[in-house]
């Protein structure tokens, strides 16, 4: 679980960095993170759930792959139309 943690900060560290000329903003959630194994199947699967505190949304994801799409929507690089021609 630390790999995810280390991306997150860096998703929200690049998301920092391209705010720079704007007023700084912020999100708050709590991660949930729990493991699951279905009696049939000896593999183990990671189940995630976000509660995002400032708006009181919550999400649930079956894999790793969905959540991290999820917080790259969130946290990912918005383009503006001041530096499309840079």
């Not at 280390?6 to 007023?23: S, T, Y």
């Not at 995630?48 to 790259?72: G, I, K």
């Amino acid at each position: 679980m630390v790999w995810l943690l280390v991306i997150i900060a860096n998703l929200i560290r690049k998301e920092i960095w391209l705010m720079k000329d704007q007023p700084p903003t912020h999100r708050t959630l709590i991660m949930r993170c729990w493991a699951e194994q279905d009696e049939l199947v000896p593999q183990r699967f990671w189940r995630f759930h976000l509660h995002w505190l400032d708006t009181n949304n919550r999400q649930s994801f079956a894999d790793v792959e969905t959540l991290l799409a999820a917080l790259s929507d969130v946290f990912g690089a918005e383009t503006s139309p001041d530096h499309d021609n840079d």
